[in-house]
């Protein structure tokens, strides 16, 4: 590819506008989104506090959500700091290598949310199906693997768009109207065919979770089956409580990813605010409910966090 007059390859720095047209509430809009990010903050950590403190949370269910709980962290990190400082402190420069890490991490960390959901099923379902047979089918060799395999699977997946944008010339005007990188948005500042771009960033992410989603199904398919087979309905009720939590979790990561692809497919009319908004709102409400759900669900965290808040406050 030759870059055409005018055009580089590496352009210096983008400027990240923030939300076109809600410009003069910006600093209205950045409260409740760092109030939000606090609470994500607060949340996780106390999460992977108690996981890593308490042995008796020492077991795979509680091993994966505290890599939701890291994997959150660097989510809600990646993005919410650069989107704050343009909300107080107006349009933000970021250089073009900044742009990419931005946009890999922010990427890679969706990727590995979808994925754990996915392996967090699979742990409900031995648990649930195979009580007796749970320590010795998810050992701690098993679980490092699938560990290994989410992490791969993410990096192998994300790494590629890296080198997507870094073949792209760039000849346009450099600011982007969002409050962070992402990748079919920084791609379209490029003076170049971009179809490439398009077709795996929109392709291989969606199959991912398409894939992911039909594997969770298919896993709930068979713990509901496994429920109702129950002799008691005191068994079948704490068969399903314990899933309860892992259920919210999975409504609020991928329903507004999919209202998200929805309406920038068929929502031609919703104004592009409105996008920007919903997209930021993303990469802060999971990560900060997440762990409000499993602290109010899951009873061993719940009693832990009762512990260590009203143990220490009497003391």
């Known amino acids: 590819m030759v870059a055409s007059n005018g ?10 506008l923030g939300i076109p047209g809600l410009e003069q509430l910006h600093d209205y809009v950045g409260i409740p989104f760092f109030m939000i990010y606090l609470a994500a903050l607060a949340g996780n950590g106390v999460l992977l506090y108690l996981i890593f403190m308490e042995r008796s949370l020492h077991e795979p269910m509680f091993f994966l959500l505290s890599l939701l709980a890291a994997t959150d962290l660097i989510l809600s990190s990646t993005c919410v700091p650069k989107t704050l400082s343009i909300f107080w402190l107006g349009p933000q420069e970021i250089t073009f290598p900044g742009c990419l890490t931005q946009m890999f ?5 969706f990727a590995m949310d979808s994925a754990i959901l996915l392996a967090m099923a699979f742990d409900r379902y031995v648990a649930i199906c195979f009580p007796l ?33 870094k073949r792209l010339p760039f000849c346009r005007t450099l600011s982007i109207p969002h409050t962070y990188c992402e990748h079919i948005g920084v791609a379209r500042l490029a003076c170049a065919d971009i179809s490439i771009n398009i077709w795996y960033g929109f392709a291989v992410p969606v199959m991912t979770v398409i ?7 298919i896993s709930y398919t068979l713990i509901l089956h496994a429920v109702f087979n129950l002799p008691s309905w005191n068994a079948r009720q704490k068969a399903l409580s314990t899933c309860g939590s892992h259920v919210g979790v999975i409504l609020t990561f991928y ?15 919703i104004p592009h605010s409105f996008h920007i908004l919903f997209a930021n709102l993303y990469v802060t409400f999971p990560p900060a409910i997440n762990p409000i759900i499993y602290g109010v669900k899951t009873k061993q965290i719940w009693d832990k966090i009762n512990l260590l808040l009203f143990h220490k406050g009497n003391q």
């Open 7 to 16: 055009s580089s390859f590496n352009p210096g720095v983008f400027i990240l």
């Open 105 to 109: 991490f922010l990427h890679f960390s």
């Open 133 to 165: 047979r749970y320590s010795t089918i998810l050992t701690p060799q098993v679980i490092s693997k699938i560990v290994m395999g989410i992490i791969s699977r993410s990096f192998c997946i994300i790494f590629p768009c890296v080198f997507l944008l």
């Open 211 to 217: 894939s992911d989603l039909m594997l969770i199904g």
């Open 255 to 269: 329903m507004p990813a999919i209202f998200s692809v929805l309406a920038h497919r068929f929502g031609h009319n």
